[in-house]
């Protein structure tokens, strides 16, 4: 057995500020106050010196990082996004890579998500094919615009239940026949409405099929009013009016992809339950910062494809905790919550992780108050120590 000891625990709903955390083998056995855990003589100890434990990060929309897309090389990239606590992660596949690609892609990831890092690796975000063929990349679109069972039916056959998220456009013709295929033969698998300029009453009437989450919420387009100068409502309104809709929020440091003024609408809208912190991390293409004359602001941690427009970002998720506390004074605890536990519920997962409980999986992370992170434990193994992975 291992102890955690002289540590902050950051829990579901507060921090417990004399704490104490016990894991055997992958398994967390006992959390609480460091008072009311028994720790046994002979277990191995793991002074935290003060800092917070927390469980690990959980990113749901992951390109990839550094050099490399996660269809190319998933183990460097689960490396790579595992050092900075993120350990559960779900590689996403855009429109940009075809057929042929996204099912090599795949088969890669199940050749390494068993051992080592490649464990972070929890199923696949599908961002394409199926939602609006628009964006980011719009040069390099690999699919046609209408949906066919020649498309879909090999591609779910080849993913299988790997497949967590499907994102759609309501608008993209064929679009129900494919989502009632993929509801029978995904039954695990959520909808997410992503890019596009459908309206909430499109998406309304597509819910039955399980849309849960907004894709990255006001960076996926909207409709047009129904009168000159008036706002239609589409997606981002669908989420926020829905009690039960997810958000998922690229939280950047500049406050790009959502200016701060909004990230605190949101948040007293959706309550910190239904937020989800995501990267939307891309391999680098070029940091394009001149381009404010055509509306496009430069951020340090955000992407740029090969024409200058915004590409998801460059971050890795404890940034987006940080950025979160920094845009809207929420707190540690609030903002490692929009980073774990909600984005586990939304997935149907937090029976297993997402938070700091007897019999959940030990994905453990110690870090500062600025969330640099100090320690990775995945499935109970020491993984990454000062920013290093261990040996």
Known sequence: MKAIINTKLVMEEGIIWDGALTYEGSKIVQVGWAKDVTIPADA?????????????????HNHGGGDWLFAQDPLYCAEFFLKHGQTTILPTFYHNLDMETMLAGAEKIRKINKTGAGRAIDGLYMEGPFMSLSGSFRNQIKWEDKITAEDYVPLIEGLGDMVRVWAIDPQRENIEEFMAYAKEHTPNAIFAHGHGSASSDEIRALAHYGVKVRTHITDSGGPNGRAQ????????????????????????????????????????TKGVEK??????????????????????????????????????????????????????????????????????????IDHRVGSLKAGKTANLIIIDDAVRVKKVILEGDLMVEDGELVS
Not at 240 to 263: K, Q, R
Not at 283 to 296: F, S, T, V, Y
């Open 44 to 60: 191995e100890i793991i002074d935290a010196k003060g800092l917070y434990t927390a469980p690990g990060l959980i990113d749901i």
């Open 275 to 348: 937020i989800c912190l995501i990267t939307d991390s891309m391999p680098k293409q070029g940091d394009h910062k001149n381009n404010e004359a055509e509306g496009i602001w430069f951020g340090p941690d955000l992407n740029y494809d090969d024409t200058g427009w915004l590409a998801g970002s460059r971050m890795t998720l404890e940034n987006g905790v940080r950025n979160m506390m920094t845009h809207t004074g929420y707190g540690l605890c609030h903002a490692i919550r929009m980073a774990t536990l909600n984005p586990a519920k939304l997935l149907g």
């Open 229 to 268: 100068g008036t706002a239609g409502a589409g997606g981002d309104e669908y989420c926020l009016n829905e009690p039960d809709m997810y958000a998922e929020l690229i939280c950047d440091e500049t406050g790009i992809h959502i200016v701060p003024d909004l990230i605190k609408v949101l948040v007293r």
